[in-house]
């Protein structure tokens, strides 16, 4: 069972906007600003698309957009393409003693 | 370019040893904090463990199920960091890999990952 809670699944059409959930507790997503959004297509390594909530690593396209309200985290991809359809998972800083923790992942599908 | 690229995984039997390497280039790894992190199959993705700069210590710090078990080194005039696993049980197998950590809590690259199936 994973720390973070994401939905196993989400969808949307070419064109459309979706929004994938993290949610965590107060002593890890709602008490560090250090949330980050992997891509990972099927065989693949991960990527990096969101780090410290919200900001894009160069290279990544704006259509990627990161928020966090209280304990729960939000990747928002808007203008979905078909290269949009992948696992997303969501990770957060959780204090010294278990530095990192990871939800469970969420396959994309774009119809 | 930032490269990672790990080996030594295979086939293990529960209670065996493995070592897994990663191989870097395009930075410096004595300056960096490394992580191993696993994907067990049809699952999420989970922190093994970790080595910070030999700046800031070289120490490590490992999840609960590595705690004791794993090890994590670092051979800098190789470049290359290593991940020792003893006591292997079945709940190991995953696909490993290793990651760089940007400026924050974060992993800006990955490598491709080893797969490690331990299996009577």
């Known amino acids: 069972q994973s720390a973070l809670t994401q939905p196993p699944s989400a969808s949307g059409s070419p064109g459309q906007s979706v929004t994938i959930s993290c949610t965590g507790t107060s002593s890890d997503v709602g008490g560090y600003n250090y949330v980050s959004w992997y891509q990972q297509h099927p065989g693949k390594a991960p990527k990096l698309m969101i780090y410290?909530?919200?900001k894009r690593p160069s290279g990544v396209p704006d259509r990627f957009s990161g928020s966090k309200s209280g304990n729960t985290a939000s990747l928002t991809v808007s203008g979905l393409q078909a290269e949009d359809e992948a696992d997303y998972h969501c990770?957060?800083?959780?204090?010294?003693?278990?530095?990192?923790?990871f939800g469970g992942g969420t396959k994309l599908t774009v119809l | 370019e930032v490269q990672l690229v790990e080996s030594g995984g295979g086939l293990v039997k529960p209670g065996g040893s493995l070592r897994l390497s990663c191989v870097v280039s395009?930075?410096?790894?004595?300056?960096?904090?490394m992580s191993w992190v696993r994907q067990a199959p049809g699952k999420g993705l989970e922190w093994v463990g970790r080595?910070?700069?030999?700046?800031?210590?070289?120490?490590?710090d490992f999840a609960a199920p590595a705690e004791g078990r794993f090890t994590i080194s670092r051979d800098d005039p190789k470049n290359t960091l290593y991940l020792q696993m003893d006591s292997l049980k079945t709940e190991d197998t995953a696909v490993y890999y290793c990651?760089?950590?940007?400026?924050?809590?974060?992993?800006?690259?990955w490598g491709q990952g080893t797969l490690v199936p331990v299996s009577s």
């Open positions: 410290e909530v919200s």
């Open positions: 080595i910070k700069s030999k700046n800031d210590g070289g120490t490590t």
């Open positions: 395009g930075f410096t790894l004595s300056e960096a904090w």
């Open positions: 990770s957060s800083y959780a204090g010294s003693n278990n530095p990192v923790v």
């Open positions: 990651a760089h950590y940007g400026d924050a809590e974060y992993f800006l690259h």
